[in-house]
């Protein structure tokens, strides 16, 4: 059975910090990328990034590039989020899924958890 759950959302203030986990299984070898996107109220889901569980690369969206990083664990069950000088436009719910390809839209993930909620807010 397929499985994706993501952890780690919340209240945050402007400038701070959070780290949020996505842990898959289930999933065959050829669903080898993980993504993280987000979607707030009343806008389509974007992407924010993804990463290769078989060489470790990544990508970003411009709007996070140098702020958010992801990463994997050393048994690649976990991809982290660490969300650095968050901001109030960071807010929304979190989603993590996969695919079988590098790429941050939203048709290339098949599967997706129930997502995680982040409010940057003072």
């Known amino acids: 059975q397929v499985r994706i759950v993501e952890s780690g959302g919340g209240l945050v203030q402007p400038g701070g910090s959070l780290r949020l986990s996505c842990t898959t299984s289930?999933?065959?070898?050829?669903?080898?990328?993980i993504g993280w996107f987000r979607q707030a109220p009343g806008k389509r889901r974007e992407g924010v990034s993804c990463?290769?569980?078989?060489?470790?690369?990544?990508d970003y969206a411009n709007s996070v590039k140098g702020r958010f990083t992801i990463s994997r664990d050393s048994a690649q069950n976990t991809i982290y989020l660490q969300m650095n000088n968050v901001k109030p436009e960071d807010t929304a719910r979190y989603y993590c899924?996969?695919?079988?390809?590098?790429?941050?839209?939203?048709?290339?993930?098949?599967?997706w958890g129930a997502g995680t909620q982040v409010t940057v807010s003072s």
């Open positions: 899924g996969v695919a079988k390809g590098m790429h941050l839209v939203e048709a290339a993930y098949d599967y």
């Open positions: 289930g999933f065959p070898l050829d669903y080898y990328v």
């Open positions: 990463i290769s569980k078989t060489d470790g690369s990544t």
